[in-house]
């Protein structure tokens, strides 16, 4: 089977969705049968091909920025699985220092600004960070990732009609993975195709099927290249499905096993992991190596957490506001 994508590009997106898949069945264990993680957590699994067509299709100093479902995306970003796990543990060594949990990673070094607790908050911070790279001259986009839920919020119009009107060079992505925290879709609005959203503000917008990393992959580089021309903003609608619950303690009552079966049998590793084999891109030994290499990795994370010493507490009212030593500042 032909392919548009070389070898180097399927390898990279099978390693990577494998990364964010293992971490977060981990997590998940480390949570619900170790008691070693605390508070809300929300699961990528099941998305992971959005995240990966979004690192092709982008360059490294393009911010990334989400809501509280954020482990994997820090994890396409670069921030390694040792800080994200130390993060879900409340360690120092976390990539927000202990002090953001599992609904607030952050890495100014790998350009990722969230993590948002508030449904739809990140929408108008990522066109804040959208006009900051057009101020500086950057040739930098945005991507703002949300979800079908936040896609009701008010703020939403509001960002759009700014990014719009002084062509911003941000990416909107909805991860409509179906539903919100239990709602469905079609319960929230009478507009369940969300892309055309974007109609009211004349702004370009599409749908794409995100558990394809190909045809995210393709969607994304177009919308990215707008922004870099200086043309604005795009509104992408993924669809998607998220294969646990809203959160750990959701029971899922509002869906039907068969539900969730059918959508797995769509699984974006597996289909990529079978394009690899029919192309011979790889071994199924080969494969496995990288299988065990993820495995390891997420493993040592789990350890790296174990030994991390927890925050002093003068550590408690730092990072609050802003001082002459923040980053952003400059003369």
């Known amino acids: 089977m032909a392919t548009k994508f070389s070898k180097e590009t399927y390898l990279y997106w099978y390693e990577l969705m494998q990364l964010i898949r293992q971490f977060e069945l981990k997590s998940e264990e480390m ?37 509280y479902r954020d482990h994997g995306l820090a994890l396409a970003k670069g921030v390694s699985a040792d800080a994200c796990m ?5 360690k120092a060594t976390g990539c927000a220092k202990g002090k953001g949990g ?21 929408i108008g911070t990522a066109g804040g960070l959208a006009f900051a790279e ?3 001259g950057t040739d930098n986009v945005v991507l703002c990732f949300f979800g079908d839920g936040a896609a009701r ?21 909805c991860e409509n993975n179906n539903y919100a925290m239990g709602t469905s879709i079609e319960r929230t609005s009478n507009v369940t195709d969300i892309y055309k959203l974007a109609d009211a503000y004349d702004m370009p917008a599409d749908v794409i099927d995100g558990m394809i ?9 177009r919308a990215v290249k707008r ?59 080969d494969l496995q ?9 997420v493993e040592q994370s789990v350890k790296f957490a174990e030994e991390s010493p927890w925050p002093d507490d003068s550590e408690v009212l730092k990072d609050v506001y802003l001082d002459e030593n923040y980053p952003f500042i400059v003369d």
């Open 102 to 122: 599992s609904m607030h990673f952050f890495s100014l070094e790998h350009r990722f600004f969230g993590g948002h607790g508030i449904v739809g908050a990140q």
């Open 86 to 90: 130390a993060e879900l543990y409340g």
């Open 213 to 221: 990393p190909e045809l995210v992959h393709e969607g994304v580089a």
């Open 289 to 297: 190596a990288i299988d065990q290499k993820i495995d390891a990795i």
């Open 134 to 136: 057009k101020y500086k």
């Open 227 to 285: 922004g870099r021309d200086g043309e604005g903003p795009t509104l992408l609608e993924m669809k998607t499905y998220r294969y646990k619950g809203h959160s750990v303690s959701d029971p899922q009552k509002y869906r039907t096993k068969e539900e969730v079966e059918d959508y797995k049998n769509q699984d974006p590793i597996t289909k990529v992991r079978e394009t690899i084999l029919e192309n011979g891109y790889s071994t199924e030994a």
């Open 31 to 67: 949570y619900k049968m170790a008691g070693k993680i605390r508070g809300f957590f929300h699961a990528y699994i099941g998305q992971e091909a959005i995240a990966a067509g979004c690192m092709t299709a982008t360059q490294h100093d393009d911010p990334f920025i989400t809501a």
């Open 153 to 173: 919020q008010g703020i939403l119009h509001e960002t759009f009609n700014l990014a719009m009107l002084w062509k911003l060079p941000v990416v909107f992505i």
